[in-house]
C-alpha cells in the first residue's frame, strides 16, 4: 500500500512538473508574440504620422510659396 501512495506521489509530482514546463514556455511565447505585436503597432503608427507630417510640411511649404509666386506673375504681366 505505500508502494502504491509513493508512486502516485512521484507521478503527480511529474505531471505537475510537466504542467508547470508547459505553462511556463506557454506563458514565455504569449509574452513575445505581445511584444512582437505592440513593435508592429509602433511601426505602423510612427509611419502614419511620418505621413501625415511629410504631407502638413509640403502643405505649408507650398501654401507660404504662394504670395510671392502671385507677385512674381503679377509682376510679369505688368512688364510685357
Same mark, same amino acid.
Given at each position: 500500500?505505500?508502494?502504491?501512495?509513493?508512486l &502516485?506521489?512521484v507521478?503527480?509530482?511529474i505531471f505537475?512538473g510537466m504542467?508547470y =514546463? =508547459?505553462g511556463?514556455?506557454a506563458? #514565455?511565447? !504569449? &509574452?513575445? #508574440?505581445?511584444?512582437?505585436?505592440?513593435?508592429?503597432?509602433?511601426?505602423?503608427? +510612427?509611419? +502614419?504620422l511620418d505621413?501625415a507630417?511629410?504631407q502638413?510640411?509640403?502643405?505649408?511649404f507650398?501654401f507660404? +510659396?504662394l504670395?510671392?509666386?502671385? +507677385?512674381f !506673375?503679377?509682376?510679369?504681366r505688368?512688364? !510685357?
Open positions: 500500500m505505500k508502494r502504491y501512495v509513493l &502516485i506521489g507521478a503527480v509530482i505537475g504542467f =514546463v =508547459v511556463s514556455l506563458r #514565455d511565447r !504569449a &509574452i513575445a #508574440d505581445a511584444e512582437h505585436e505592440l513593435a508592429v503597432r509602433a511601426q505602423l503608427f +510612427a509611419n +502614419a505621413r507630417l511629410q502638413r510640411m509640403m502643405q505649408a507650398t507660404a +510659396a504670395p510671392s509666386v502671385r +507677385a !506673375a503679377s509682376v510679369g505688368n512688364v !510685357a
